[in-house]
């Protein structure tokens, strides 16, 4: 995305990449999971034909024809990120490693041969890789990674999967809906970062696709017993109480790493963070200020979204810093976030949840609309969820929103754009929602807030003077 901002406004460009075009969103993450997601939804939303008076056969599930599904939709998405896009539109494409030798030059290595390049500015953006976990024997199992998954054609009968953050929820709920006897080992909770009665939607959703959730567990060791996987949990007390998980697939969704070994940065003295991500001051400069960094590399987000957004502050700082002066510095603005965990239901978010309120000492009041209550949702059969707004007390003012249910992804642009602009909930609910419509949840918030704060003694005045009007 730098490189293509960068070309936008005519700069010179060269992108260098060790891998794929697209890197990982494009081809082991957002794109595949998104399409594995989708199959499973419609897998469930067949099972409940009945209840829309539809009879059918029951379906089944091929799941070498998904995977295969899941990799036409990679290969259709692909042209977006492909190097005739990027050569079309004035980039040099380089194919190899890269490596700092200085803060202005890099050298390459390219199946063609060594090759070193100098620039003015340099930016970034090597993404993350998973992490897997230091647990003993895990090495004689057959385990995988959010990067990996892609590559099974066979649906595995039982998989356990490691870690309660959005991927591993995600892709347990995914392979639980295909068929898959799946146990998910969390040793805390889910989604830590979400409100706890977000969390419990999540939890009611994973354990009616048949998850079994398992909190508070310890990962303690893998072993193989007459031929059989077996991932062993215990409590946080230790060894007492364990348990034998069998498992034909162990997934590790335990978290991402930057990636930030073997370009360079040790040589040049560039500091990492306590995250391990490449230590970047406001404008995304590392300690060179040549050297830029954005994206997984640099955190502190790990979504697609963020790193496009950085990207564009990268490629305007590193093209225009120094030169127009305090005009062509931008410091990345990250106070408008949204992030969405793709399970059923869906969890939004944007700015403060309640818990980060009450954690922060931000004074708030919250607003709640029930989703079984709109029409569209009813009329869809996904009468669940809600909305939830947090503003400060007596004023207009979104300090963040969560969104749980159908669609809530969807339903957050509305609150984002809101956020961004500084537009508070009477601009929502002035504005024209038509009608049945998911997105008429934002007005109907709006209104609850409205209805919560009504001056009540104008109101108590209007009462009596449509009494008195009435003789």
């Known amino acids: 995305m730098t490189a293509y901002i960068a070309a936008a406004v005519k700069a010179k460009v060269t992108l260098v990449e060790g891998h794929r075009m697209g890197g990982d969103c494009l081809n082991t993450g957002c794109v595949p999971s998104k399409a594995l997601i989708r199959a499973a939804r419609l897998l469930a939303d067949l099972r409940r034909a009945g209840e829309f008076g539809i009879v059918s056969e029951p379906p089944r599930v091929d799941f070498a024809a998904v995977m295969d599904r899941v990799r ?53 953006a090597t993404g993350a890789a998973p992490v897997i976990p230091d647990i003993p024997g895990i090495e004689n199992v057959r385990h995988v990674t959010s990067d990996t998954v892609w590559s099974l054609d066979t649906l595995p009968g039982r998989l356990a999967v490691l870690g309660g953050g959005p991927i591993g929820c995600e892709l347990a709920q995914a ?29 009611q959703g994973l354990a009616a696709d048949g998850v079994r959730l398992l ?34 697939v162990l997934l590790c969704a335990t978290g991402r790493k930057a990636r930030v070994e073997g370009f360079g940065l040790e040589e040049l003295g560039i500091p990492l963070t306590k995250a391990g991500t490449i230590e970047v001051n406001e404008f995304l400069q590392t300690r060179h200020p040549s050297l830029y960094a954005c994206g997984d590399a640099a955190g502190p987000f790990q979504f697609t979204h963020a790193a496009a957004h950085q990207a564009w502050y990268a490629a305007v700082n590193a093209l225009f810093s120094g030169i127009l002066g305090p005009i062509g510095c931008f410091k990345a603005d990250y106070r408008v976030m949204p992030r969405v965990t793709f399970t059923r239901p869906e969890v939004a978010r944007v700015g403060l949840n309640e818990t980060e309120a009450k954690a922060r000492g931000i ?57 961004k602009h500084g537009l508070g909930l009477n601009k929502i609910l002035g504005t024209l929602h038509p009608y049945p419509t998911w997105s008429e949840a934002a007005k109907y918030a709006a209104g609850e807030w409205k209805r919560a704060h009504a001056p ?3 109101l108590a005045w209007l009462e009596r003077f449509h009494a008195w009007r009435r003789g």
């Not at 392979?175 to 939890?203: I, M, N, Q, Y």
């Open 215 to 248: 909190k508070g567990s310890d990962p303690l060791r893998c072993e193989v017993v007459d031929g059989e996987q077996r991932l062993i949990v215990g409590g946080k007390e230790g060894k007492e109480g364990e348990e034998a998980i069998p498992f034909d």
């Open 175 to 203: 392979f639980a809906g295909l068929g898959s006897r799946v146990t998910l080992v969390a040793r805390s909770g889910l989604l830590g970062k979400e409100d706890p009665d977000a969390v419990a939607r999540v939890e």
């Open 363 to 419: 004074a708030h009041e919250i607003t709640r609309y029930d989703l079984a209550d709109l029409d569209r949702a009813i009329t869809d059969g996904a009468a669940h969820g809600f909305v939830q707004v947090i503003t400060p007390p007596g004023k207009d003012r979104i300090l963040g929103v969560t969104i749980v249910g159908e669609h809530a992804g969807e339903l957050l642009a509305e609150f984002t754009l809101a956020m």
């Open 72 to 124: 036409s939709v990679i290969r259709q998405v692909e042209p977006h990120d492909s190097v005739e896009r990027y050569t079309a539109l004035g980039v040099e494409v380089i194919r190899g490693h890269a490596r700092l030798t200085s803060p202005w030059t890099v050298a390459i290595n390219t199946d063609e041969g060594p090759r070193s390049l100098s620039a003015r500015a340099i930016v970034l």
């Open 456 to 458: 009540r003694g104008l």
